[in-house]
């Protein structure tokens, strides 16, 4: 029956599927929002899943939808999170089309292949599900600093955050009052509480709060190698302006690797950006200046 099914179907049901795992819930009307379609083809579409996966969900009248069972699964999406994180950040439905073997636009496309910093799926799933309904989150953390290396603690996640290197969680930490990053890859466990978050993204000063960073070509490069480089960054009279919210400054000077000491003392070549306006923006992140 799997393989009679047409790729347009498909591909609702691997919707189906992701949504139920890494939200807890998926809806009727979140079917139809997500792929145009009426509210009567995506009852059939929910209708046609539990035909095929019965075992995978169950109907929970208090959240209107349907919630994945203890021994969900997967049959038609591919939920490690290599894979997901990437669509959640893209706001992609699906991946794995038909002619993914191939480039659809015939442009061959490659990439970075950098060590895969994620934790297990049923973990991931628990942040994820904690995000979207606005849950506390129990978790057991690794962490680098003088404290415990692994802890059990309580909090209040409200996004992803990619830095282009590795992915965080950002969330309000109850044992210190404040909220701040939590990489995702070392949580060890976690589990998504039924107690709602008492914080969420509004409160996160650092978070809402967008900056412009202020940069330039390295005062030690040539003339000819600045002149590229404001080409490159396609900058006005001679700055590079970048708006970003206040909590990501450091990882974007580490993306950019800009030079941030105080003289300007790093090998140009390799930090060819500095700081314009540093006074502005160190105070938000100060761990990333020399």
């Not at 059990?152 to 909220?179: C, K, M, Q």
């Not at 003339?223 to 974007?252: F, M, P, Q």
């Given at each position: ?30 079917v ?71 480039a ?11 060590p895969n ?47 282009g ?21 070392r ?19 650092d978070?809402?709060e ?32 970048i ?48």
């Amino acid at each position: 029956m799997l393989n009679d099914i047409k790729w347009a179907t498909r591909q609702r049901l691997q919707y189906i599927e992701l949504m139920a795992y890494y939200t807890g819930v998926v809806t009727r009307s979140e079917v139809a929002k997500a792929f145009g379609i009426s509210d009567a083809a995506a009852t059939k579409d929910l209708k046609l899943y539990s035909e095929i996966a019965p075992e995978n969900l169950t109907y929970k009248h208090t959240v209107f939808g349907f919630v994945p069972t203890p021994s969900f699964k997967e049959v038609f999406a591919d939920l490690s999170p290599a894979i997901v994180l990437p669509m959640i950040e893209a706001n992609l439905t699906v991946v794995g089309g038909p002619n993914q073997d191939s480039a659809v636009f015939g442009i061959p496309v490659d990439g970075l292949a950098l060590p895969n910093r994620l934790p297990d799926k049923a973990v991931l799933a628990q942040v994820t599900r904690a995000i979207h309904n606005k849950r506390k989150l129990n978790v057991s953390y690794h962490s680098l600093s003088n404290r415990s290396s692994e802890e059990r603690r309580i909090i209040e996640p409200h996004s992803l955050v990619n830095t282009g290197f590795r992915w965080h969680v950002r969330a309000y930490n109850e044992d210190t009052f404040d909220f701040r990053d939590f990489v995702l890859s070392r949580f060890k466990a976690a589990e998504c509480k039924d107690e709602l978050a008492e914080s969420s993204a509004q409160y996160d000063d650092d978070w809402v709060e967008i900056i412009t960073m202020k940069l330039s070509p390295h005062p030690k490069l040539e003339d000819k190698n600045r002149t590229s480089l404001l080409i490159d960054y396609g900058s006005v009279n001679d700055i590079i302006e970048i708006k970003i919210r206040r909590a990501l400054i450091g990882y974007l000077l580490q993306q950019l690797s800009v030079d941030t000491t105080q003289d300007h003392s790093l090998n140009p070549n390799k930090y060819q950006l500095i700081v314009l306006n540093r006074d502005e923006i160190e105070p938000f992140a100060s761990w990333a200046f020399n």
